[in-house]
């Protein structure tokens, strides 16, 4: 057992959906011809100026609330000084010592542990461009089109004591922005990004040791291995005598480790100042008030209530709403009529593996909440049996057809005449003497064996219920 202790605060950088920029009009669409969504207040021409985006301000307020953070009446707009190529003004518009909101928590669960994070604050910003580097041209390129695109910032308390806490922590902050439709959370994208802050410190001893900052991780994957990987690499120097140094460091993702890039630098090193072009943000209780009237029901909310109204495990429930789609396909289904749970078995085992396999989120399952009302209702009446369900529903979900469709053109219905079972069922134990002699002896597990046999027989159509109660009839 390690002696050390990790501490690990979180930096998560949250694109805000809105049509146009931050400071401009121009469009935040992403995937465009490079440089097409630029303009001169973006690329920081001389003399323009900027204007505040209202819905940026919006969606920012919106999560704040979310998140129980104490929402300040005024913020103020800074420069972030610092020079990179893909910052075309050489300074980042953000927020410093006036932000939007500030003193904010979020649960989450690790190991049916419930731990409280703290959020240090949430402060609205601008990103910056994009860096791209050709290793067989030997040049690197600079694309400005996601310059100025709005972005909220999401400071965690150094609260977070593992990897598993921190992919816990930021699975829940990217389920309520996508909840509040204000992010679309899209990792790969770069939608939602984050920086981890680790530190190691002896059990039992208060005071932080020297942090290094681990940059741009985009996916929990890389998030978690990252994480590991440094707090390892940490204890290896102290337990070797060596110091930590303070920087910033990229993981690499090939090979699996932590590589520096550069000294980190401290609130000093960016000399923000006020933006003079400007005006500070003021909030007024009335638009909170507003606001908080629009904030949907989010998941911790939704996942109590599918424990309570649904009778759901509370595994099973915090499957189902970690993605609203996912939540709302369950109860887009269940209001059709079949019984939650098996709804969610369903869900969880069959249409999770289809889409997994198709690599597509369910807002693109060709399998829609009706397909599957349809077919668990098919089964409850005993037009077809579980297993010839679970043979159809991989068609289902690639051709689009229903149920009912697909069960008539295959004739798959279920045989429920008890007259064609009951001969199928002589059939199966006059072939199977032995077995039917040590069933009768006490070995009743065989009568596995026979339903099997019948089911074979019957191509899986036979109605169980009724084999079942053949079998023993006959068997008496």
């Given at each position: 057992m390690s002696v050390y202790e990790a501490v690990i605060g979180l930096e998560v950088h949250a694109q805000l959906r809105t049509r146009?920029?931050?400071?401009?009009?121009?469009?935040?669409?992403?995937?465009?011809?490079?440089?097409?969504?630029v303009c001169p207040v973006c690329t920081g021409m001389p003399g323009v100026l900027p204007v505040l985006n209202r819905t940026a301000v919006e969606y920012a307020l919106k999560m704040a609330l979310a998140v129980q953070c104490r929402v300040n009446n005024r913020s103020v707009f800074a420069r972030k000084n610092y020079f990179y190529p893909d910052l075309p003004k050489a300074y980042q518009i953000s927020q410093y010592e006036l932000p939007l909101a500030e003193h904010g928590h979020l649960r989450?669960?690790?190991?049916?542990?419930?731990?409280?994070?703290?959020?240090?604050?949430?402060?609205?910003?601008?990103?910056?461009?994009?860096s791209i580097h050709s290793a067989t041209e030997n040049k690197s390129f600079v694309d400005l089109n996601r310059t100025g695109v709005p972005l909220i910032e999401?400071?965690?308390e150094p609260d977070l004591r593992s990897a598993d806490e921190a992919v816990a922590y930021l699975k829940a902050l990217r389920s309520i922005l996508v909840y509040l439709e204000i992010c679309d959370g899209n990792m790969e994208e770069g939608s939602f990004r984050c920086d981890a802050n680790i530190s190691i410190r002896p059990k039992g001893v208060t005071e932080l040791g020297t942090r290094t900052e681990l940059k741009?991780?985009?996916?929990?994957?890389h998030v978690h291995k990252a994480i590991e990987y440094e707090i390892s690499r940490q204890a290896v120097l102290l337990e070797d005598g060596e110091?930590?140094?303070?920087?910033?460091r990229l993981y690499?993702?090939?090979?699996?480790?932590?590589?520096?890039?550069?000294?980190?630098?401290?609130?000093?090193?960016?000399r923000y100042f006020p933006d003079p072009d400007l005006v500070p943000v003021l909030v007024r209780e009335e638009q909170l008030h507003t606001l908080r009237q629009s904030i949907p029901e989010l998941p911790q909310a939704r996942e109590a209530r599918f424990i309570s109204e649904y009778g759901l495990p509370t595994t099973a429930a915090q499957t189902l709403t970690a993605e609203k789609d996912l939540a709302e396909y369950f109860e887009n289904v269940v209001r059709l009529g079949p019984e939650p749970q098996k709804v969610c078995n369903w869900m969880l085992t069959d249409?999770?593996?289809?889409?997994?396999q198709a690599r597509i989120p369910v807002a693109q399952s060709p399998l829609n909440p009706g397909h599957l009302a349809e077919l668990l209702a098919m089964i409850d009446s005993g037009k077809i049996s579980t297993s010839i369900a679970k043979q159809i529903f991989p068609e289902i979900f690639a051709t689009k057809d229903s149920p009912q469709a697909i069960v008539e053109?295959?004739?798959?219905?279920?045989?429920s005449d008890s007259g064609a079972l009951e001969a199928v069922v002589d059939k199966i134990l006059a072939a199977n003497p032995k077995e039917v002699e040590a069933y009768k002896n006490g070995k009743t597990k065989l009568m596995g064996f026979f339903v099997g046999q019948i089911m074979r027989q019957t191509k899986g159509q036979a109605n169980p219920d009724m084999v079942n109660k053949l079998i023993l009839e006959k068997l008496q």
């Open positions: 146009t920029k931050i400071f401009c009009g121009c469009s935040t669409q992403f995937g465009r011809e490079p440089n097409s969504n989450i669960w690790v190991d049916d542990v419930e731990r409280t994070i703290g959020i240090t604050r949430i402060h609205m910003e601008e990103d910056a461009g994009k999401i400071v965690s741009n991780l985009n996916s929990f994957r110091m930590i140094v303070q920087e910033t690499d993702v090939d090979k699996g480790i932590t590589i520096s890039m550069r000294g980190k630098e401290e609130a000093h090193d960016y249409l999770l593996r289809e889409l997994n053109r295959k004739g798959l219905a279920q045989i």
